[in-house]
């Protein structure tokens, strides 16, 4: 175990990433599992934040408890519905989107009043998508070289599977500014800190006795760090990629590590 400074300060309240520090694609990582049924039962609160956005957070929270880890819906803050709310502060009600991702995501954009288009869209949204197709990314480009916006869920390139690792939505934003260079993609999840302040309110304790838990340096470390946490980085994801000028709070191995350290009021 590394550990940067010696901040002694009380954990009372939890927020984590999923993919990497929960489970890796089905399969639960036990020692995390866990750590959070013992911080449950101590009444710890806690909530989690994700890039993924293939699943709604009622889906997030029944694969949780499937594993054991008590959770409602309540608790879990995903890219689809911080897209979703990002998008209604900024387009009106009836904009025209073309969207890559899976069913929440489509969902989630049609329940927040847009209309679904093709290659005359005015947004374009890029989310994970496990039938990508040519025909997908030709409609993207094309909308966005006809001066669509483009909103990306997450920047991650790579994520966890049960059998190693996936390229992820940063990979389809990657090809789609290659193709169109002047395209300025605004993305909404980690590393910006939108999710993890929601999920900071929600579980209600102070920012300074709050920690933020994930795998990723470039993600999970820079939005705990930006919304005002300690950001603890967990080894138990895909190898981590350093960030000049982010540090990690303290680095561990396992969240075994800390259950004893976290303590409700």
Not at 9 to 17: E, F, L
Not at 90 to 118: D, Y
Not at 120 to 146: H, I, Q
Not at 229 to 234: D, H
Request: hydrophobic share 50%; glycine share 8%.
């Amino acid at each position: 175990m590394a550990v940067a400074g010696d901040d002694k300060r009380a954990i009372r309240g939890i927020i984590s990433d999923l993919d990497g520090v929960l489970y890796r694609g089905d399969q639960p990582i036990a020692e995390s599992v866990e750590a959070f049924k013992a911080w449950h039962a101590r009444g710890v609160p806690y909530a989690f934040v994700t890039n993924n956005a293939t699943k709604s957070a009622a889906q997030f929270a029944a694969k949780l408890e499937r594993m054991g880890v008590p959770t409602t819906a309540a608790q879990v803050f995903n890219a689809v519905s911080a897209t979703a709310s990002l998008m209604q502060q900024r387009w009106q009600n009836g904009t025209r989107v073309f969207a890559i991702g899976e069913a929440p995501l489509f969902e989630a954009i049609e329940a927040s009043g847009f209309t679904l288009a093709g290659d005359d869209a005015e947004v374009v949204v890029l989310g994970f998508d496990y039938a990508l197709s040519y025909d997908k990314l030709r409609t993207a480009v094309r909308a966005a070289l006809n001066g669509a916006s483009v909103v990306v869920t997450n920047p991650d390139l790579l994520t966890p599977a049960d059998d190693g690792f996936e390229p992820c939505v940063g990979v389809l934003a990657a090809a789609v500014t290659a193709a169109v260079p002047a395209v300025v993609p605004i993305v909404v999840g980690k590393p910006q800190p939108f999710m993890v302040e929601a999920a900071l309110a929600h579980v209600g304790t102070d920012a300074s006795e709050t920690i933020m838990i994930g795998d990723q340096v470039a993600t999970d470390i820079i939005a705990g760090q930006r919304a005002g946490l300690r950001a603890f980085l967990v080894t138990t994801g895909m190898a981590h990629v350093a960030v000049d000028g982010v540090t990690p709070d303290r680095v561990i191995d396992s969240l075994s590590e800390l259950v004893h350290e976290v303590s409700a009021w």
